[in-house]
């Protein structure tokens, strides 16, 4: 399969654990995105790398947020003391430099 | 800052019944306007995307078309396996907005056999 993969697809947590999640890319792809849903919405961008580099941060991304993508390729993005309203969607997408984002599976988060 | 407005919020169709999703949007700067469809727990998956006023793409039962405040998704006699959320989103040209896509709420569309 080359198409974005995301892991794990489902994480159940209790309120103010941490919790990471991954995303790798289709290979070669530069340009990696983290999105987040919610029931009923549309995706909303929280943040983007180009190759290592993050170049942009929604003001949705708290400070208990923090993304990585180490050397490039795969990346990880962490919720630090989750919360409730944590609880979503999170999708991560993937690009040839500024062009389509495909999308991958998406890792459901519940906070209880 | 960019806007993206669906209608309607769902539709129900009739196996065969042609119809049309409405996208408007207000954005600075047009850099590309995307089409994705998204099944219930899934990702969302690339359909079309569409550069400037005038274009039209099709695959299969569907078709979208690009008007300045507007994009179109239309439906040609659907089947059940249409069935799905139809999500809507821009692209800015702005430097500042980066590569970042703004998303509708989506049009969930539901055929009956």
């Known amino acids: 399969d080359t198409g974005v993969s995301q892991n794990p697809r489902h994480k159940i947590t209790k309120r103010g654990q941490n919790v990471t999640f991954r995303c790798d890319p289709i290979?070669?792809?530069?340009?990696l995105y983290w999105y987040r849903q919610t029931l009923g919405q549309g995706p909303e961008f929280l943040t983007y790398?180009?190759?290592?580099?993050?170049?942009?941060k929604s003001r949705l991304l708290s400070d208990r947020f923090s993304a990585e993508r180490p050397k490039g390729s795969f990346s990880t993005l962490e919720i630090q003391r989750t919360e409730q309203g944590d609880s979503a969607m999170y999708l991560c997408?993937?690009?040839?430099?500024?062009?389509?984002?495909?999308f991958g599976p998406g890792t459901r988060l519940t906070v209880l | 800052e960019d806007q993206v407005t669906q209608s309607p919020e769902a539709l129900r169709l009739q196996e065969g019944e042609s119809s049309s999703l409405n996208c408007s949007y207000t954005?600075?700067?047009?850099?590309?306007l995307f089409w994705y469809r998204q099944d219930p727990g899934k990702g969302p998956e690339f359909l079309f995307t569409?550069?400037?006023a005038g274009e039209e793409k099709e695959k299969e039962r569907l078709k979208a078309t690009l008007t300045k405040k507007e994009s179109f998704l239309h439906i040609t006699a659907p089947k059940p396996e249409d069935s799905a959320t139809y999500l809507c989103?821009?692209?800015?040209?702005?430097?500042?907005?980066?590569?970042?896509?703004?998303f509708g709420e989506g049009t969930q569309l539901t055929v009956n056999p």
């Open positions: 997408a993937s690009s040839p430099m500024g062009d389509t984002q495909y």
């Open positions: 290979s070669e792809h530069n340009r």
């Open positions: 790398f180009q190759n290592e580099a993050q170049l942009e």
């Open positions: 954005v600075s700067g047009l850099r590309g």
């Open positions: 569409l550069y400037s």
């Open positions: 989103a821009v692209q800015d040209g702005e430097e500042t907005s980066g590569s970042r896509l703004t």
